[in-house]
């Protein structure tokens, strides 16, 4: 057999091929010229954008500056604007992440208090938005995730920062979301017991006694505790629980009390 002539690229085309690698070279080159930006510039520009409130574009000037200025005070600071846009732009996993990254790169910064509150307003929002959304069927056992997490976030804060700027505010956050959750677990104790199921009832009104002590729910969770007794067929438990309930709230009207949180939280039945 006769030997195939080997096939060689045409000079028209490798010519064709340098002049498109040298263009693309040549583009790469100028873009790199033009976009000359140094960290405090990028970070002003994104600062604008931030306080005009696009906080689409603010995210993504935030991400090319820690992208091509890793570190430096411009790249730090930008991290924690940028999980405030998140945050505005209603991305709260993505803000929360971004935070306890800065947390645990960072966690002798200046503003490191400041990640730790707005990581519980986050979470603060989410239970807000839960609030006001209207419920939906029967009442349950419903999450309390959010409003535990604000907490525990605010609660760091005030630990660890006890001088911050911020704390006055989660201080007044947290006995908020602490009666949020005091009132939401007398709302599920209130529901086993319409239901029969007293011992339930009972512990849950116990557990908000322990757990949220000074909360205006302590008054119902006393009411529940003595009518699960007598339920129970316990009726010195539920005289004693009586006799708790007038010498520490004896000027309060249990029946007009109950009946204005149960509405407050949850007004169907």
Same mark, same amino acid.
């Given at each position: 057999?006769?030997?195939?002539?080997v096939?060689?690229?045409?000079?028209?085309l490798?010519?064709?091929?340098?002049?498109?690698?040298?263009?693309?070279?040549?583009?790469c080159?100028r873009?790199?010229?033009?976009?000359?930006?140094?960290?405090e510039?990028?970070?002003?520009?994104?600062h604008?954008?931030?306080?005009?409130r696009?906080?689409?574009?603010?995210?993504?000037?935030?991400?090319?500056?820690?992208?091509? /200025?890793? @570190?430096? !005070?411009? #790249?730090?600071? +930008?991290? &924690?604007?940028? %999980?405030?846009?998140?945050?505005?732009?209603?991305?709260?996993?993505?803000?929360?992440?971004t935070?306890?990254?800065?947390?645990?790169?960072?966690?002798?910064h200046?503003?490191?208090d400041?990640?730790?509150?707005?990581q519980?307003?986050?979470?603060y929002?989410?239970?807000?938005?839960f609030?006001?959304?209207?419920?939906?069927?029967?009442?349950?056992?419903?999450d309390?995730?959010?409003?535990q997490?604000?907490?525990?976030m605010f609660?760091?804060?005030v630990?660890?920062?006890?001088?911050?700027?911020?704390?006055?505010?989660?201080?007044q956050?947290?006995?908020f979301?602490?009666?949020?959750?005091?009132?939401?677990?007398?709302?599920?104790?209130? /529901?086993? @017991?319409? !239901?029969? #199921?007293?011992? +339930?009832? &009972?512990?849950? %009104?116990?557990?908000?006694?322990?757990?949220?002590?000074?909360?205006?729910?302590?008054?119902?969770?006393?009411?529940?505790?003595?009518?699960?007794?007598?339920?129970?067929?316990?009726?010195?438990?539920?005289a004693?629980?009586r006799?708790?309930?007038?010498?520490?709230?004896?000027d309060?009207?249990?029946?007009?009390?109950?009946?204005?949180?149960?509405?407050r939280?949850?007004?169907?039945?």
């Amino acid at each position: 057999m006769q030997n195939q002539p080997v096939k060689t690229p045409s000079i028209r085309l490798v010519i064709l091929a340098l002049i498109v690698a040298t263009v693309a070279l040549a583009g790469c080159a100028r873009d790199t010229r033009d976009d000359d930006r140094g960290p405090e510039q990028m970070y002003e520009e994104a600062h604008e954008l931030l306080q005009r409130r696009n906080y689409t574009r603010a995210i993504q000037h935030y991400r090319q500056l820690t992208t091509r /200025y890793p @570190f430096g !005070r411009h #790249a730090e600071q +930008a991290q &924690l604007d940028m %999980a405030y846009a998140l945050y505005r732009a209603r991305e709260p996993e993505h803000a929360i992440a971004t935070l306890n990254r800065f947390i645990r790169t960072y966690p002798t910064h200046p503003n490191v208090d400041y990640a730790w509150y707005l990581q519980g307003l986050v979470h603060y929002d989410e239970t807000m938005g839960f609030l006001r959304r209207v419920f939906p069927g029967q009442v349950v056992d419903r999450d309390q995730t959010s409003a535990q997490e604000a907490f525990s976030m605010f609660q760091e804060l005030v630990r660890r920062h006890p001088q911050s700027r911020y704390v006055a505010d989660a201080r007044q956050r947290m006995v908020f979301l602490r009666n949020v959750m005091a009132e939401h677990d007398i709302v599920v104790g209130e /529901y086993y @017991f319409r !239901r029969g #199921a007293y011992i +339930a009832a &009972l512990n849950r %009104a116990k557990y908000v006694i322990e757990n949220y002590p000074q909360a205006p729910a302590n008054i119902n969770a006393l009411d529940l505790m003595a009518r699960a007794y007598n339920r129970l067929d316990l009726p010195e438990l539920a005289a004693d629980t009586r006799r708790t309930l007038e010498h520490n709230y004896g000027d309060v009207d249990i029946d007009e009390e109950h009946e204005s949180m149960w509405r407050r939280i949850w007004p169907f039945d």
